[in-house]
């Protein structure tokens, strides 16, 4: 089984680091479109023409199946990235609804989402989330803290401030969605932040989840065969890949 993974830059990684975790597949072929992140404040019609872009540059490969391993990408560009894919195209964001709606089974529950500006304001978790029944979801961008973790600040004093800017006003919810693929990597200062720790929605672990169940992908490989590419600068791609999938 190959999957390739397209992400905006280097976020998709963490979700790599899952499917690695999981061993779900024998061949993993990264491309980050280094050239032109961030996407998250860039406007519907063009991340949708990335995602249609990103589908081209796959085709150098023969994929079984397409990981957008981007929340802003898969809020406004998976369905056209699936209508001119011949092989399935998942999410991140519709498996971080699944994740969210298997974990947290009361409906009257506080959900807050954090995302970029693009996954914020194209509504797709809520309306996910608001399909399955729950009405008490707030969605709040939050993009400071993507070059937070690009510069590998993962805690402390920077990070506390920026998340008291933008948390100041919150109580703390039942559930926190990752809804950007860089948050894993500062989910434990998130989680920390609040009080009574909200359950935390990762969108590797929430992907990982949706083809297990859905797609029904239970074959385990020992070992993954892993190819990165970039559309600037692979070196610093792989270089962030060596550092962050061996994080523990
Ligand atoms: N990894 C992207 C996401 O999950 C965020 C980075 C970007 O803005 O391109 O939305």
Known sequence: MRAGVFDSGIGG??????LLEHKLFE???YYGDTARVPYGGK???TIIRYGIEAVEFFKNFEIDLLIVACNSVS???LEEMQEVADYPVVGVVEAGVLATANKIKNKDSSILVIGTKATVASNAYDTGLKKRGYKNILSLPTPLFVPLVEEDIFEGEVLESVMRHYFKDISTPDAVILGCTHFPLIASSIGGYFENSPLLVHSGEAIVAQLESHLELSKRFE???MHFFASDN???LKRVAQRWLSEQ
């Open 13 to 18: 990684l963490t979700v790599v680091k899952s």
């Open 234 to 236: 692979p070196a610093f």
């Open 43 to 45: 406007d519907k019609n």
């Open 223 to 225: 070992t993954t065969k």
């Open 27 to 29: 061949e993993i072929i």
């Open 75 to 77: 809020a406004f560009a």
